[in-house]
């Protein structure tokens, strides 16, 4: 069953007086429960998308539908992750942090409750012993635990990432992928996954979405059968680094 499907979506923004098609005549589809990673070059419209899917901008042709319902508007029920750092309050602990999605949401029941079900994603973000800690007191691996922790609390059904990874250094970012597919099979959330690496996608993603840019526009998906969990050297991943950045480079030089 599709959770996600977008039929020729065009998106055009002014930048300096002047128009760019960031997006045109792009269709897809994102299952339930799937993990499809974006993959691009920088300015071809992955993070555009993403907020097309969660509702935050609108496409100027074509149309997004979740569970066959248009979005036209950002809901509860997908929720965007960055990868900045600083998605926290600073002025709130980590588990107040957590806690504020429901108490703005008027969700999760009382107090009590509430705070329960913030500590359940705290502990499977594996940030146990930080609750009571402020986001300066944290690395930047613990705030995108906390700021996944945060995304998770409402228990949306799509969960959408853009590069959340992308400023950690090589362990804690390997860290994290495993920690994110320990939270997708506990979960069953959908995950688009927003990344500029091809190692990444293929860790973590069911297919692989890959872009180009001037126009936004899919070359192709590829999908991986690859046995989770995945690294470098799983077999059939270097192949499957060769056949994607092939196509990224064919792409880049069309």
Not at 38 to 53: A, N, W
Not at 158 to 167: A, I, Q, T
Not at 195 to 216: F, N, S, W, Y
């Amino acid at each position: 069953m599709e959770k996600i499907n977008g039929i020729n979506i065009g998106r055009i923004v002014v930048k300096e007086g002047r128009s760019f098609q960031v997006l045109k005549d792009l269709s897809l589809s994102v299952r339930k429960g799937e993990i499809a990673c974006i993959l691009g070059p920088s300015g071809c419209g992955k993070s555009t998308l993403l907020r097309i899917m969660g509702g935050f901008d609108l496409p100027e042709v074509g149309s997004l539908k979740k569970d066959g319902k248009e979005v036209t508007k950002p809901s509860p029920d997908a929720i965007l992750m960055f990868q900045d750092f600083n998605q926290l309050f600073p002025w709130k602990t980590v588990i107040e942090n957590v806690i504020y999605p429901l108490q703005v949401n008027g969700a999760g029941g009382t107090r009590k409750e509430r705070e329960a079900t913030a500590i359940r994603y705290l502990n499977m973000a594996g940030l146990k012993d930080s609750f009571h800690s402020y986001p300066y007191q944290l690395s930047g691996g613990m705030k995108q635990k906390a700021a996944l922790a945060r995304a998770l609390v409402l228990r949306p059904s799509v969960l959408l990432m853009d590069e959340p990874f992308g400023s950690l250094d090589a362990l804690t970012r390997r860290g994290l992928q495993a920690l994110l597919e320990d939270i997708w099979r506990e979960t069953g959330v959908t995950i688009i996954f927003v990344t500029h690496d091809v190692q990444e996608a293929i860790i973590l993603g069911d297919r692989i979405i890959i872009m180009d840019k001037d126009p936004g526009r899919i070359l192709m998906e590829v999908p991986n059968g690859l046995e989770r969990p995945r690294d470098i050297g799983s077999p059939g991943f270097t192949e499957l680094y060769e056949r994607v950045y092939s196509m990224l480079h064919k792409g880049s030089n069309q």
